[in-house]
Structure formats: structure tokens, C-alpha cells
């Protein structure tokens, strides 16, 4: 009995199975194993991407928020110096020179103010606290521009109201009115002061000249005003963060409002949402 056992064991060794012969170090996969792995690792890529896509999007939200509030608490920090008033969008609307707002604004985010130059050519004004990561570089969607840019396109930026009168936004140029006293603005949590922006503003389509009577993505709504009949969305992003746009309100905080939402307007073509409105 012992004998047949050696022999078996030697049979084995000197006559290899299939077995062994698969555990050979030269063995390979095939083609059709090959292949199979790889369709395996495109089908789980495919499922992964848009995952992936989605979590960087919601990464940039998060990232323009914070850059949002960081504003919105330069904006309260500038009203406890300043008696309550806010700071004018711009001294003049003819002299570029003077400081704007993101320029009063900056020593309140540990960035220097500037004066005496073009706004666009201070530090501030493409500061990295001031962009919005949700951008690109080049023409904005609906945009009909026909020079193509190379610069990013969306920033946080002022709700601009023109001159203060009517008072349709909280930002205007003083060369009518002063600055203003926050004390007319009746529900600060509810009363928009930035918004994610193609520039640094958007035009406030509670100002009768700057109300929305073109529409651009053909999805019935009205979506910017005909002087600038080549820029969507009055100046405004208001799809840049997944069909919506970050704002900061007066009180500091900070939302994500849908764009169907923000630009929703009544049958008289007027914009509805109360972000708009500051003494209704």
C-alpha cells in the first residue's frame, strides 16, 4: 500500500495535470479575458463618472458659499464703522478711479484697498476670494458674444440698483444719493446683496430699466434686459451651480436659490422672488 502511494506521488511529479499546468509561470490571459476585464473597468469608469461629476460640483458650491459669507461678514464689519450705511457701488459713475465696493470692502477680507485706479486693475478685484470656482473660462451658456474670452466668468458680485431711485438694489453709484441706511431695508435675512455674476454685478430687474424683456434660452422665461441683448441673465449666473446660483443675504447668511426660483416673473413680466425687494 505504501508503495502504490509513492508511486502515485511520483507519477505526479513526473506527469503533470492540467492542474499544474495552469499555476505554470508562463500562463497568460487571453483575448476574451482580457477583453472582458476591460469592458468590466469602462462599465464601472461609466457608473463612477457621474458620481464623481457631482461631487465636484457640490465642491464647488460649498467653495463659493464660503467665499460668499466671507463678503457677507465684510459687509456687517462695514456697517458697524460706517453708522449703518453701506458701501456705494461706486462714488461716480463717471470716474472708474474711485474705490467700488469690492475695493471699500477688501480691508474687511485681509485684502488691501486700492485707490486711485481703475477697479479692474486692483488687487481685490480678481482676488481668489472674490471667484466663484463654478466658472469657466470663455463665453457664458446663452451667451451671444461673438469674440470669444480667455477670461473666467463668473464672480461674486453686487446687487446693483442704479442710482437709489427708485431703491432697487442695495448698491448704486453715488452721484444722485448717499450711501444707504440699512434701516430702510425691512427684512435683512431676506434682502439679496451678492450673487454669483458674469463681472461684479448684476442689474436688478426690480429697476424699471433694467427689468427682463428678452429671452434668450427660450424656456418662457424672460431672461435679460435690451440694452445688453448679447449677455444673458442680466450680468447675473444664475445656472452656474446646477440650475441655481449662491447669494448672500443682508443678515449675512447664505443660500443656493434654483434659477426657476430667482427669475420667476408674474404676468406683467416682473420679477417675484424677495431677494429683490428691499422695503416690500
Known amino acids: 500500500m505504501t508503495a502504490a502511494v509513492a508511486n502515485t506521488a511520483m507519477l505526479k511529479r513526473v506527469m503533470p495535470g492540467k492542474r ?15 477583453l472582458v476585464v476591460i469592458a468590466i473597468i469602462a462599465i464601472l469608469a461609466a457608473m463612477l463618472l457621474p458620481a464623481l461629476s457631482k461631487a465636484k460640483a457640490k465642491g464647488q458650491t460649498i467653495k463659493c458659499a464660503s467665499n460668499m459669507r466671507n463678503w457677507g461678514i465684510a459687509t456687517i464689519m462695514y456697517l458697524d464703522d460706517f453708522r449703518d450705511r453701506l458701501p456705494l457701488f461706486g462714488d461716480l459713475s463717471s470716474d472708474y478711479t474711485k ?13 488691501q484697498m486700492e485707490t486711485g485706479k481703475i477697479f479692474t486693475a486692483t488687487q481685490v478685484f480678481y482676488d481668489e476670494v472674490r471667484r466663484c ?8 451658456p446663452f451667451s451671444r458674444w461673438t469674440q470669444p474670452s480667455t477670461n473666467w466668468n463668473c464672480w461674486i458680485g453686487a446687487h446693483f440698483g442704479a442710482f437709489g431711485e427708485p431703491l432697487s438694489g442695495p448698491f448704486y453709484y453715488g452721484d444722485v444719493n448717499p450711501p444707504l441706511q440699512v434701516s430702510r431695508i425691512r427684512k435683512p435675512s431676506d434682502a439679496m446683496m451678492f450673487m454669483d455674476t458674469i463681472t461684479h454685478y448684476v442689474y436688478s430687474p426690480v ?3 433694467y427689468r427682463f424683456t428678452l429671452d434668450m434660452n427660450r424656456d418662457g422665461l424672460v431672461d435679460t434686459m435690451p ?26 447668511h447664505v443660500e443656493r436659490v434654483s434659477f426657476k426660483k430667482l427669475w420667476e416673473i408674474d404676468n406683467r413680466r416682473q420679477v ?5 425687494y428691499l422695503e416690500d
Open 272 to 276: 417675484v422672488h424677495s431677494f429683490w
Open 99 to 111: 474705490a467700488f465696493w469690492h475695493a471699500k470692502l477688501a480691508p474687511y477680507i485681509a485684502r
Open 207 to 209: 429697476e424699471p430699466n
Open 20 to 34: 499544474a499546468e495552469r499555476k505554470h509561470p508562463n500562463a497568460s490571459f487571453t483575448l476574451i479575458e482580457l
Open 227 to 252: 440694452q445688453y441683448p448679447d449677455t444673458p441673465f442680466n450680468y447675473g449666473r444664475p445656472t452656474v451651480h446646477n440650475q441655481g446660483a449662491n447669494v448672500t443675504l443682508l443678515d449675512g
Open 133 to 140: 470656482p463654478g466658472g469657466s473660462v470663455g463665453p457664458v
